[in-house]
């Protein structure tokens, strides 16, 4: 390995631990994956002859400039899609889209109540994905639940539940979308075979989780919250229902659009976009003709303002820096490291990917697994391949194992106030034993169901 090669390592390193310790440095992830990814490529372009062979001169220089392009373009797609993704959810959260979704969650019973937030939030995650899924479900909660020993255990069971929803669906996490678009697992084949395994994962906790629920709520105001519903929101009810029904529908719709059209799926998610954006402007423009003086405060134009940008550009940091490690050489390396190692056995590989992804931000690391592992024509690495299902599962439920290992554990952790020893004492465990159970229900199906590709 040259010295060159050393120093990008390094500085990749040093950057992955300045992000895994945002938390004591207090400076922001997106802003160190910045200067990761440029530190990275500008190590790169010392001496790109090291890595790229047959051109000298300008030639040299421009063919190392267009592999940069050309990983920024296959990143880009990652990019767009979430930003599409992240701003039909807005459209639909500010307008009062979600309101439904509380109307139907009311129950006496503890343990009904965990079971409705269960499945809620497994198929919930699995349209929109596991961020935003749990903010809506802990906004209702809040309404619905006002003990709050009561709440930590169902927002701990949102956290597994929106990780094991988004894992089977292949618009429900990042990791998911990023191999969906890179195409090394199909919509279908994701779904057929790591649904079963990701209800698994949700399932068992969940039992285990209820036997520390008795009784019934107390105190809930579900009926004069209902009354309540319309109240500061522009639209009315059926036009709520409308833009709901638009947006989730339309994320779903984003497969089948892939297929039908075959081109790649930001295309698709800019097209519900679109026609969600086009409603509520014929909407407005109804309510302006109505009252002059109604505000539009929640139209797209300005709704697009509020997109987390901050997490757009840590993605694209993060991407481009592992897009370095790959066009160096690293990866493939890595790679076959893993596999002499554990004698090519994908099931620990996967495995072990998950449990570090409680720990460290899955987004990279599925980064370099793309990497590191080339699409093979047939078996585990071929496309819908064992490796990569068992990926897709492992990277998304795995970080349910810790608080801190997914956006939606972050997320809650902060909202319901959840300390890091708590959920560590009262709920890893629980919700190491749904991983596994998944990854050996995955193993009864791919063994007995389904075959790998041959």
């Given at each position: ?20 310790l ?22 790169f ?112 069971l ?19 979308i ?23 994962s ?19 105001n ?45 295309i ?12 509520t402007?014929?909407?407005?423009h ?6 002059s ?117 972050v ?7 959840i300390?890091f020893g708590?959920?560590m ?30």
């Amino acid at each position: 390995m040259s010295s060159l090669t050393i120093a990008i390592v390094v500085v990749f390193v040093l950057g992955y631990l300045f992000i895994a310790l945002e938390s004591i440095t207090k400076v922001n992830k997106a802003a160190v994956a910045l200067l990761m990814f440029v530190a990275c490529w500008a190590l790169f372009m010392i001496n790109p002859g090291s890595y790229i062979s047959g051109f000298t001169g300008n030639e040299l220089v421009n063919e190392a400039c267009n592999a940069i392009e050309r990983h920024l373009g296959s990143t880009s797609t990652t990019l767009f899609f979430l930003m599409g993704a992240m701003t039909i959810v807005e459209i639909v959260d500010q307008n009062g889209g979600f309101n439904w979704v509380q109307s139907r969650m009311f129950t006496k019973s503890k343990r009904g109540m965990l079971w409705k937030i269960a499945f809620m939030t497994f198929f919930l995650s699995a349209i929109l994905d596991n961020l935003t899924t749990s903010i809506v479900m802990i906004m209702i909660l809040r309404k619905l639940v006002h003990e709050h020993k009561d709440r930590i255990i169902y927002a701990s069971l949102v956290i597994i539940a929106a990780n094991a929803g988004g894992a089977f669906s292949p618009i429900g996490d990042v990791t998911t979308i990023m191999l969906w678009n890179k195409g090394v697992i199909t919509a279908l084949g994701v779904i057929s075979e790591v649904f079963i395994p990701s209800v698994v994962s949700l399932v068992i906790p969940a039992l285990i989780l209820q036997t520390q629920l008795k009784g019934e709520l107390i105190d809930n105001n579900v009926v004069a919250n209902d009354k309540r519903e319309g109240e500061g929101l522009d639209f009315s009810s059926i036009e709520r229902k409308v833009i709901f029904f638009i947006g989730v529908g339309g994320l779903m719709f984003v497969p089948v659009f892939k297929s039908l059209t075959n081109l790649p799926p930001f295309i698709g998610i800019l097209f519900v976009l679109g026609v969600l954006w086009t409603i509520t402007e014929v909407f407005y423009h109804r309510l302006h003709k109505i009252n002059s003086e109604v505000t539009f405060q929640k139209r797209v134009s300005n709704l697009l303002s509020r997109i987390d940008m901050t997490t757009i550009l840590f993605f694209l940091g993060i991407l481009m820096a592992v897009a370095c490690l790959e066009e160096v050489g690293i990866l493939t390396s890595l790679g076959s490291t893993l596999n002499t190692t554990f004698n090519g056995n994908h099931y620990f590989v996967t495995g072990i990917i998950g449990v570090v992804s409680s720990i460290v931000d899955n987004v990279p690391l599925v980064a370099g697994c793309m990497g590191m592992y080339p699409i093979a024509p047939t078996g585990d690495i071929a496309v819908d391949g064992l490796f990569w299902q068992l990926l897709a599962y492992c990277a998304g439920v795995g970080g349910s194992i810790l608080i801190i290992g997914s956006a939606a554990g972050v997320v809650v952790m902060g909202l319901e106030k959840i300390t890091f020893g708590w959920y560590m004492k009262k709920v890893s465990w629980i919700a190491f034993i749904g991983y596994i159970a998944g990854i050996f229900s995955y193993w009864l199906i791919r063994t007995y169901l389904f075959t790998a590709p041959l």
